[in-house]
């Protein structure tokens, strides 16, 4: 990741620098070439004029003059031609650029400047003609002529400028990028490290946050977040196991006692054979409630898929109060119903009343009275359970779903329930997407309020 970082940014900054380069090298080219095409115009034209003074006699151009004194003109690498009207060489002085070759010059077309190549070397030349100032006739030419060599040495040196630096320059972009990402990457491992470390029984560990706050702390805070669900939900598990075996091994306590004691006294003990039978009955009851309890926590989803979606919600609380009724004598149930239906599975609809009413019913007191209202609010069926009967304490009521949660810890063994109830009534409201409000006053009562998603088609049609 590092190196691949590095080594990406360092071709993209080589890519990047060539074409600098190339363009740096190529404008200074011109520029330096066309800036000695003007010093030699110049110097030419002066030379022109000098000799137009000097070396003219009566209007024509003297012959066999000693040209050295034009050196004045030269720079080292130039060479300075007289030339005649019709371009024949009449005297030369300074470097020895041309050697056998003839100096170019247009008496015609009148171009004065450009390149040529003598035996490999490049040479620049810029030719002004002699006016004579009395007739303003053309009465020979100055050609100045140099060579290219101090060019050379300026373009290759700054190629060599060029070069280093440029190399210098993807070294170290290649050393930045690959610092940087590393510096960039150093959390990521660090939390790769931990997410390393961490096993079931290692849940508590966390990934060590950045003191920046960058997208690497958004993660790892990401991270740490989903790491405490996690941790939460295993120790849920572990409660929950704790509290199921819990629960189990007491009524097999108590039937294991009892057995050995009808296997000691039953036989001749008419009494002890009674009560020992009614308890173990009553105790297998418990386990065989409790089993059908946690297997529909354990498969309620699983079994969502298996039934119609459509429950006729006034039809089952009618039959529910008509079960649950004989076995809480003396309350007065009454109920006020809307009709409607529900988008539920029918058995989980039908766990979900009876749950509810019978908490009404065991915690309300004999002569209060239980309150069931059903009615359609929208899109939502809303049913209200209330009773006038003991009421929830306060500091209890974000607890009553939780899994074995009773508020009465030592409850009486025939009234008491295993307190898995309202934890089954809250995952079956979660699956189906409903709501589930409580509101309860000491020794006044408690309301549970469940809201669910409402069928709104006609009936026998229904099927989602
Ligand atoms: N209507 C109510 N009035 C007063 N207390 C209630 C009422 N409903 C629930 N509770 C309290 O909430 C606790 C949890 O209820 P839940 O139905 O989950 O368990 P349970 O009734 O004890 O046992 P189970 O329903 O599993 O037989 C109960 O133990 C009870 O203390
Ligand atoms: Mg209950």
């Given at each position: ?310 429950v006729d919600v006034d039809e089952v609380i009618a039959e529910t109060i008509e079960t649950l009724a004989p076995l ?5 149930i009454?109920s006020?119903l ?8 029918p058995s989980?609809f039908r766990r979900l009343c009876t749950?509810l009413l019978d ?13 069931v209202?059903t ?8 049913l ?81």
């Amino acid at each position: 990741m590092k190196l691949k970082i590095a080594s990406f940014t360092a071709v993209v900054m080589m890519v990047v620098l060539c074409i600098l380069d190339v363009f740096i090298y190529f404008t200074l080219q011109t520029h330096l070439a066309n800036l000695q095409m003007g010093n030699m115009n110049n110097t030419s034209v002066s030379a022109a004029d000098y000799v137009e003074r000097v070396l003219t006699d009566g209007g024509s151009l003297r012959t066999g003059s000693d040209y050295r004194w034009l050196d004045r003109f030269l720079r080292e690498g130039q060479e300075i031609y007289v030339l005649g009207p019709d371009g024949k060489v009449r005297g030369r002085t300074g470097a020895n650029l041309l050697k056998t070759v003839a100096p170019p010059v247009d008496v015609e077309s009148g171009v004065q400047q450009g390149h040529l190549t003598v035996h490999g070397a490049s040479i620049m030349y810029s030719v002004t003609p002699i006016v004579d100032d009395d007739s303003a006739r053309i009465i020979g030419y100055v050609e100045l002529l140099s060579d290219t060599a101090s060019e050379k040495d300026y373009m290759r040196l700054l190629v060599t400028v060029l070069v280093i630096g440029s190399f210098g320059a993807v070294l170290l972009t290649a050393l930045g990028g690959y610092v940087i990402s590393a510096a960039a990457t150093r959390p990521l491992k660090r939390m790769m490290i931990t997410v390393g470390r961490i096993e079931a029984n290692r849940l508590h560990e966390r990934v060590p946050l950045p003191r920046r706050r960058d997208e690497v702390a958004a993660l790892s805070q990401a991270f740490n977040r989903m790491l405490g669900r996690i941790e939460r939900s295993f120790e849920q598990q572990s409660q929950f196991v704790a509290d199921a075996s819990h629960e189990i091994r007491t009524p097999l306590t108590i039937i294991q006692g009892y057995a050995n004691l009808l296997k000691r006294w039953g036989k001749s003990d008419p009494n002890v054979l009674e009560q020992g039978l009614l308890v173990i009955e009553n105790e297998s009851r418990r386990l065989r409630t409790l089993a059908d309890d946690l297997l529909t926590l354990a498969g309620m989803e699983a079994s969502v898929n298996d039934e119609p979606h459509v429950v006729d919600v006034d039809e089952v609380i009618a039959e529910t109060i008509e079960t649950l009724a004989p076995l809480y004598p003396e309350r007065t149930i009454q109920s006020f119903l809307g009709g409607a239906e529900v988008a539920m599975a029918p058995s989980h609809f039908r766990r979900l009343c009876t749950n509810l009413l019978d908490n009404a019913l065991k915690y309300t007191p004999q002569g209060q009275e239980v309150n069931v209202r059903t009615s359609v609010d929208g899109r939502v069926v809303q049913l209200e359970f209330e009773d006038t009967g003991a009421g929830i304490p306060e500091d209890a009521l974000p607890h009553i779903f939780e899994r074995f949660y009773r508020v009465e810890k030592s409850r009486d063994r025939k009234g008491g329930g295993t307190g898995l109830g309202l934890a089954i009534v809250k995952e079956l409201i979660d699956l189906y997407g409903g709501t589930i409000g409580v509101h309860s006053t000491l020794a006044q009562g408690t309301t549970f309020t469940v809201r669910l998603p409402r069928v709104r088609e006609r009936p026998g049609k229904t099927q989602e």
